[in-house]
C-alpha cells in the first residue's frame, strides 16, 4: 500500500514562497509517476505540476514559471517550490503517485494514491 504524506504548507503573503514536501512511502517510487494538486474552495480539484519516471515535467499555465516541482528518489520525496505566491494560489494541496497516470501528468483522474493535502494561504 502506498502512503503519501504532505508538509509544509502555511500562509504567506502574495509574491512570498513556500515549498511544499511529500514523504512516499509502501513501494519504489522511482517507478511511479507523481504530481502536486488543489483544490480551492467552491473549484474543482487541478492539476499544478506533475513529473515523470524520467524526471520530465510538466505545469498548469497558471504557475509555470513561478512553481518547479522536483523528486528525490533517494529521500523517497516530492517537492513543490512556490514562488511569486498570488492570491489565487490559494487552495488545499495534495501530492499523488500513479504507476501510469494515463490520462495525463495533471489530470487528478489518472492518480491512484493521494496525500491528506496541505493548505496553502495567500493574502494581500
Known amino acids: 500500500q502506498v502512503q503519501l504524506a504532505e508538509s509544509g504548507g502555511g500562509s504567506v503573503q502574495a509574491g512570498g514562497s513556500l515549498r511544499l514536501s511529500c514523504a512516499v512511502a509502501?513501494?519504489?517510487?522511482?517507478?511511479?509517476?507523481l504530481a502536486w494538486l488543489r483544490q480551492a474552495p467552491g473549484k474543482e480539484r487541478e492539476g499544478v505540476a506533475g513529473?515523470?519516471?524520467?524526471?520530465?515535467?510538466e505545469y498548469a499555465d497558471a504557475v509555470k514559471g513561478r512553481f518547479t516541482i522536483s523528486r528525490d528518489n533517494a529521500q523517497n520525496t516530492l517537492y513543490l517550490q512556490l514562488d511569486s505566491l498570488k492570491l489565487d494560489d490559494t487552495a488545499m494541496y495534495y501530492c499523488?503517485?500513479?504507476?501510469?497516470?494515463?490520462?495525463?501528468?495533471?489530470?487528478?483522474?489518472?492518480?491512484?494514491?493521494w496525500g491528506q493535502g496541505t493548505q496553502v494561504t495567500v493574502s494581500s
Open positions: 499523488a503517485a500513479d504507476s501510469l497516470a494515463l490520462d495525463g501528468l495533471l489530470s487528478p483522474r489518472g492518480y491512484h494514491y
Open positions: 509502501g513501494y519504489n517510487n522511482v517507478a511511479y509517476y
Open positions: 513529473i515523470d519516471t524520467d524526471g520530465n515535467t
